[in-house]
C-alpha cells in the first residue's frame, strides 16, 4: 500500500504568520522574483507590513520567505476580503502554497465575518485563476467573474485588463 500526498502534506514544513516590516525588503524581493506579478514600491511593501498585517500572510521556511499574500477589507464591503498579491516562491510552486497561504489567511479572527473574496486576474494568468476557482470549488460555493480595471485605465501600453473574481459566500 502506498501513501498518498496530498497538497496540505507538501506545504507543512513552512510556518504561516503575520508579516512585519522587517519583511518589506524580502516580500519586494519576491514579487520581483516571480516575473510575473507587478511589482509595486519596496515603500509600498513596508506599508502593507505595518499597516495590514492581520490581513496579510507570509510562509516563511528556514527563515526565507517563501510565500506571501497582501489582502485588505474594503471599507465598503466589511464582509469580504481583497487579495491584491499572492505570491509563491518558485521552489514551492505547484504545491499548494497559494491556496494554503488563503486558507490559513481566511482562517484568522480577522476574516471571521468575512463570507466573501475578491481578486483581480489577467486573464493570462492561469496559475491565478485556477488558485481562486479551485480555492472557490474547496469552500464549496460558487464564484463570479465581472468586468474591474480595462486596459485604457493603466498608464502603460500592453497591460492586461483585470477582471475581478467574486467568490462567496462561505
Do not use: H, W
Given at each position: 500500500m502506498t501513501?498518498?500526498?496530498?497538497?496540505?502534506d507538501k506545504v507543512t514544513s513552512c510556518r504561516f504568520r503575520k508579516p512585519a516590516k522587517e519583511d518589506g525588503a524580502g516580500i519586494w524581493e519576491l514579487i520581483k522574483s516571480t516575473g510575473t506579478l507587478d511589482v509595486n514600491s519596496a515603500y509600498?511593501?513596508?506599508?502593507?507590513?505595518?499597516?495590514?498585517?492581520?490581513?496579510?500572510?507570509?510562509?516563511?521556511?528556514?527563515?526565507?520567505?517563501?510565500?506571501?499574500?497582501?489582502?485588505?477589507?474594503p471599507p465598503q464591503s466589511r464582509d469580504t476580503i481583497f487579495v491584491w498579491q499572492v505570491a509563491v516562491h518558485e521552489s514551492e510552486r505547484g504545491k499548494g502554497m497559494g491556496k494554503k497561504l488563503l486558507q490559513e489567511l481566511l482562517s484568522r479572527k480577522s476574516c471571521e465575518n468575512v463570507h466573501y473574496l475578491?481578486?483581480?486576474?489577467?486573464?493570462?494568468?492561469?496559475?491565478?485563476?485556477?488558485?481562486?476557482?479551485?480555492?472557490?470549488?474547496?469552500?464549496?460555493?460558487?464564484?463570479?467573474?465581472?468586468?474591474?480595471?480595462?486596459?485604457d485605465m493603466f498608464p502603460e501600453p500592453g497591460h492586461e485588463a483585470e477582471p475581478i473574481y467574486r467568490i462567496g459566500p462561505f
Open positions: 501513501a498518498q500526498t496530498t497538497e496540505s509600498s511593501y513596508l506599508m502593507i507590513c505595518e499597516f495590514f498585517p492581520d490581513t496579510c500572510i507570509v510562509a516563511e521556511k528556514d527563515q526565507q520567505i517563501i510565500g506571501f499574500v497582501s489582502a485588505f477589507r475578491e481578486a483581480t486576474v489577467s486573464p493570462s494568468n492561469l496559475p491565478s485563476r485556477s488558485l481562486f476557482t479551485s480555492l472557490a470549488k474547496q469552500l464549496k460555493c460558487s464564484y463570479t467573474v465581472s468586468d474591474c480595471f480595462s486596459e
